[in-house]
């Protein structure tokens, strides 16, 4: 079930509505919306195309939209997953590192491989090219089916590139792959080869995007090393994270809700910021809004610096050990947001610590 909330924007913030909109699971198992699917692709399908064609796409993308509540593993094909990767490797560098997205469209935040999850958000959503999406990185690691929740979003990068957007998260990174579960998960399924495979497809991906000239989106937050958005749009890629700097900020960097200014992350890694900070960079970009991902939130997004800022997070029950809901925020062609909300199966009081 999905739930949705009204908060009113503050002036000069893009004004929030609500409208209500209920996932529920068909006798096939299929997720539905209200009483129809909104998955054209649902259904077995024969084809003879090669690879390289539209009608494979579609395929791929309904064999693994099949799973109905995404509880297991799709069997995928080592040669699937390599082409699929090269494919995707071409489409993503045709684009720029800073997008330029036009409303209507759907933003996502932190899936970590909660495949389950990420179909009911298209469900409710409309899949692609009846709904159009923004992902905020962090794609895989810790949720079970990482493999499935890459390979659907890249199918679908593929199949509608002009409707579905992918954005680098902190995690899209082959030492953070290394610690907190999807080299595993690609060795135990395939091999390292393919983790290899899938590593290079996402240092592909794009960094930023700004939605109808008025949002800035990124995973992570703001850098005290960037003066123009012009540093986001050369950057060379494909490319690793780099320890420290501006693209490691972009992907990296939290608000700070006790202090001002730039503070040392007790992650370790890259800054904090202060709500001076986003109302500078608003102010000096001609932004009303910034939208980002990277950190657990107890409601699923969460405002921050005079509703200036929201933190994005779309796993529920985070791996299986937070009680946090999460959220999808869908802004129509007036910068209308409207939040969608997948809450948690058990309500548990606990302390949600701010980072992951």
Same mark, same amino acid.
């Given at each position: ?5 009204? $908060? ?36 077995? #399908? ?7 064609? =539209?009608? @494979? ?29 090269? #494919? ?37 959503? !409309? ?17 079970? *089916? ?22 680098? !998260?902190? +995690?899209?990174?082959?030492?953070? *792959?290394?610690? @907190? ?37 990124? +995973? ?13 749009? *050369? ?32 992650? !370790? ?14 102010? #000096? ?15 699923? @997004? ?8 929201? =933190?994005?997070?779309?796993?529920? *029950? @985070? ?35 701010? $980072?992951?």
């Amino acid at each position: 079930m999905f739930e949705n909330f009204n $908060h009113n924007a503050l002036p000069g913030s893009p004004p929030v509505r609500t409208r209500r909109q209920s996932v529920q699971s068909s006798p096939s198992g299929h997720l539905t919306v209200g009483a129809t699917t909104n998955n054209p692709l649902i259904g077995p #399908r024969r084809f003879s195309h090669p690879r390289n064609g =539209t009608e @494979y796409l579609d395929h791929l993308i309904a064999k693994l939209t099949q799973m109905g509540d995404g509880a297991g593993g799709v069997q995928l094909s080592a040669m699937d997953l390599e082409t699929l990767c090269l #494919r995707a490797r071409g489409v993503l560098l045709q684009e720029p590192a800073l997008l330029e997205i036009e409303a209507p469209v759907n933003v996502l935040g932190d899936i970590h491989g909660q495949y389950g999850n990420l179909l009911k958000y298209l469900a409710a959503g !409309g899949y692609p090219p009846e709904g159009r999406y923004l992902l905020l990185g962090d794609y895989v690691d810790r949720g079970k *089916n990482s493999i499935e929740t890459l390979t659907l979003l890249l199918a679908l990068k593929v199949r509608y590139p002009n409707h579905f957007f992918l954005l680098r !998260g902190n +995690h899209e990174s082959s030492n953070l *792959n290394r610690v @907190y579960g999807f080299f595993d998960e690609c060795k135990r399924r395939f091999t390292v080869k393919m983790w290899r495979t899938f590593v290079d497809c996402y240092n592909c991906l794009p960094i930023a995007a700004v939605i109808g000239s008025a949002i800035f989106c990124c +995973h992570g937050g703001l850098s005290p090393d960037l003066f123009s958005l012009d540093q986001i749009r *050369n950057i060379a890629r494909p490319c690793d994270i780099p320890e420290s700097g501006m693209l490691c900020d972009l992907l990296w960097s939290d608000p700070d809700f006790v202090n001002y200014g730039w503070r040392p992350n007790d992650r !370790g890694v890259s800054h904090t910021f202060g709500a001076d900070v986003v109302t500078a960079f608003m102010l #000096r970009f001609h932004f009303t809004l910034m939208c980002r991902g990277h950190q657990v939130v107890e409601d699923g @997004y969460e405002f921050f610096a005079k509703r200036q800022l929201i =933190t994005i997070f779309s796993a529920p *029950n @985070y791996c299986g050990q937070f009680d946090n809901a999460g959220a999808m925020m869908s802004i129509d062609q007036d910068l209308l947001c409207t939040f969608r909300i997948q809450r948690p199966i058990s309500l548990r009081r606990l302390t949600y610590p701010m $980072h992951k």
